[in-house]
């Protein structure tokens, strides 16, 4: 196996998704090495996230490192096979014992079949092509001896800096205003990184969402549970949104108290459920349901303190 502690080229990370297993390990690692890599997604298509690098497979000249957090499926697999020559070195990082079948009985069927799926299926793949292991600690250094795995020792990680949240505590009857504020927290999240989303929603919103980064979904609960989650501030904009339905034409204006317990500013959509409570400008915003009107309204709070701190003032006064 080659040492990958000096080499120059660029590296792929390959995970499931964004995992304490990277951020604790792995990116330690790569830092001490000075290394430039890029992460990309295991479901990905090769062809597609590597397109973007110049490899060259003459045998010469800059090569893909390619690192494989955990697993491996067989897309992947493929495509080294067909570009053995334009790698420079693969490399499988484990944090648990995924390499031996009866280490995983205890645990639920469907967890042992990802496993093997993903990693157990993988290993003699792993080991024909003189991939290099690098784990997570001495009982699987020694347990892997053979492999002459490199362990790498974790270290803290910084995490983001988040300092405005948006909330839409929506419920059962709110499918569709998920469905419209989808667009709407892509763009936000792209936009403006210190931003933070949290919902509250069944398996369906937590599915709708999950590829988003900084979104939190709460499952539903009681309603004393949810007033004391109101106590706890943190929060800045809350929303209101409602679509035209023969449901919502009887909307009350709940969430407008909801908000103002939050602690947060609302942004509520131009509605007769909130017409009659909500003073444009004065105690929270009334938008039309259009996007771009709901993208400018957040963006204006998120940007001009004064702005929000006027609104939050009104807000707190009818509370």
Sequence with gaps: MMSTDSLPSQWIVIQERENPSFDFFVRPKLSAMDADWQCVLLGEQPNQCLD??????????????????????????????KNRRKIASIVLFIDDDLLDWQATSGLSVRYRWKLWKYALKHQRFWRDIGANLWVANHYLAEKYASWQPTVCPPSSWHAQTITQ????????????????LKPLFERLLRDFPQLSIELIGDGETNLLFRHL????VLHPMSWPNYRTLLAKKGRDIGLAPLLDSRFNSARSCTKFYDIAQAGAVGIYADHPAYRGQVINGVNGLLVPMEHERWYNAVAMLLQDQTYYKSLLAGSMADK
């Design 52 to 81: 973007y690098y110049k490899t060259d497979d003459s045998g010469s000249g800059e090569k893909l490192n390619l690192l494989f957090v955990r697993y491996m499926n067989k897309a992947w697999r493929t495509w080294i096979k």
């Design 165 to 180: 949240t948006l909330f839409y505590h929506g419920s059962a009857s709110h499918k569709q205003e998920f469905l419209w």
């Design 213 to 216: 980064p900084r979104v939190h």
